[in-house]
Nanobody
Framework: QVRLVESGGDMVQAGGSLRLSCAAS????????MGWYRQAPGKQRDMVAV???????AYADSVKGRFSISRDDATNTMYLQMNSLKPEDTATYYC???????????WGQGTQVTVSS
């Protein structure tokens, strides 16, 4: 079981920036996918950005050009750099891991991002 712990959520004004971190521990068998999802109150959880099994990034249309996903394999940490934040980016952001061969998923506990207008 992979354990994921997010950090970095905060309250910022529109136009500001935040960097979220996801510290992963446990045996991370490859191939796998890691990424970020978000969920606003009363809405479904949606993909924000993922790193595919070949470490290719993919982004939701709503964040393209503003958000950037990356990872540091030396520390097993994944990041989400969020720039030009908008009020509609307000949500709880979750770190996600999926081991492809055994189809095992892990989720973090979430970190709150609030963007004020």
């Amino acid at each position: 079981q992979v354990r994921l712990v997010e950090s970095g959520g905060d309250m910022v004004q529109a136009g500001g920036s935040l960097r979220l971190s996801c510290a992963a521990s446990g045996f991370m068998l490859k191939p796998h996918v890691m990424g970020w999802y978000r969920q606003a109150p009363g809405k479904q959880r949606d993909m924000v950005a993922v790193l595919t099994s070949t470490d290719t990034p993919a982004y939701a249309d709503s964040v393209k050009g503003r958000f950037s996903i990356s990872r540091d394999d030396a520390t097993n940490t994944m990041y989400l750099q969020m720039n030009s934040l908008k009020p509609e980016d307000t949500a709880t952001y979750y770190c996600y891991f999926k081991e492809i061969i055994r189809d095992h998923e892990s989720w973090g506990q979430g970190t709150q991002v609030t963007v004020s207008s």
